[in-house]
């Protein structure tokens, strides 16, 4: 039996007035059984002393009985409550898992059919060879695509089921901050382009220079995603004060709602339905930054003031 959250929160509200509805009921039938006996004793010939008596024993009873009561319709609400939050949980995660599915298959299906194109092209007797050797760059960029989306989905699954097993070696962070950087600007780009860095040089760290340059470009490319059409504008920064390295890195991009701020690092997570987005993507990219920072004992965070603001990514490590 499978509940949706509608009606997993219907379910719960309906213990919650049952439970209110009992809690009701149990007040006015103790205290009805408090009459019948002071009644009962007063027809026995009680003394008022005595019958004052009776009824306080009763009523103290009664207080000590209905705290108990409350105190398990508290627990009840609560597990129904829990309930209701995982089976919430259990929905969010399968709408990203059918959301990620689409774009898998559209991220496959989009370098795939554009290698086919350009391998026709190639055989093709018609083509001069000059403009055959302009087209073997483009199938290695889609085949490097599609390289890049098969390793973060192989990444996704090991990190899922171990963890981030690092390769930690003497790390200069500001060489290997300054080279993404340049990779970034080499890029080609449908906008006007422009990205400015501060490196506090030669900050050094003990960590795994591959992850952490998976880590970088993830934000990166996330930058470079989603710009708003008018252009790209990336502001980098890295710096290491007492101990503890920085690395900040602002877009003037499309921004995302302040819910988002913690969401957009989980896995399949994209800020939008996949139907409406235009942008490439499958939602690991952030995950996999998040968990390779983990891995370091470092924190990833992002802000934004809201959509059409740009965003702000910061990474957090302690020098080692």
Known sequence: MSFSPRSALALFLFM???????????IIFMAHLVDEKVEIAQQLGA?????EQIHQQEISRQIMLGMEGVFLILLILLGGWLIYRALVKTEELKFHQQNFLMAVTHELKTPLASIKLYLDTIQSPKIEASKKETIIPKIQQDVARLEHL???ILDAGRFERSGYRLNKIDVNLSDLVRERVAVVR????????????????????????????RAIDSILENSLKYHDGSGIQIDLKLKEISGRITLTITDRGIGFEKKDNKA????????????????AGTGLGLFLCREIIRAHGGTVTAESDGPGKGATFTISLKKS
């Open 186 to 213: 080499g890029l080609p780009s449908s906008v006007a382009k422009q990205v400015t860095d501060e490196i506090q040089p030669d900050i050094m760290i003990d960590g795994d220079q591959l992850a952490l340059g």
């Open 16 to 26: 919650a007035l049952t439970a209110l509805a009992l809690a009701v009921w149990w």
């Open 150 to 152: 098969v390793q973060n």
């Open 264 to 279: 957009i690092f989980d896995r399949f997570y994209r800020v939008g339905d996949e139907m409406t987005r235009t942008q």
């Open 47 to 51: 003394s008022p002393e005595m019958l």
